[in-house]
Structure formats: C-alpha cells, structure tokens
C-alpha cells in the first residue's frame, strides 16, 4: 500500500482547520446567498443557529 493510498493525502499532511477570520467570511457568505434567496444557504443558516442554541443550553446546565 502506497503512502498516498491510506486515506488520499500525502504522507505528513494534516487536515487544517480555517482561521476564525475565514469561518466569519464563510458565515457572511452563506448569508448573503441566503439573502439572495438560495434555500440551501438559508436552511444551513437555521441548523447552524439550532446548533449554537443546543450548545448554549448545554453550557448552562
């Protein structure tokens, strides 16, 4: 089995997680399409919304 073929990255690669700048401008991405009627957008905007609300609670309790 060659290097590459264990999960399709290189070998010594690691997954990068995006700066926090670059989750904001995803986030006003995804709100600006949503604004511009894509439901797709829109709907990942309510379960994102769900998400942070159940996390808060969680934190809470």
Do not use: F
Not at 23 to 31: F, K, T
Request: charged share 25%.
């Amino acid at each position: 089995m060659s290097e590459q073929s264990r999960g399709g990255r290189p070998a010594g690669s690691r997954n990068i997680r995006p700066s926090a700048a670059k989750i904001v401008e995803y986030r006003r991405q995804l709100q600006a399409a949503a604004d511009a009627g894509n439901l797709m957008a829109a709907a990942m905007l309510v379960a994102l919304h769900e998400r942070c609300l159940m996390q808060t609670e969680g934190d809470q309790a």
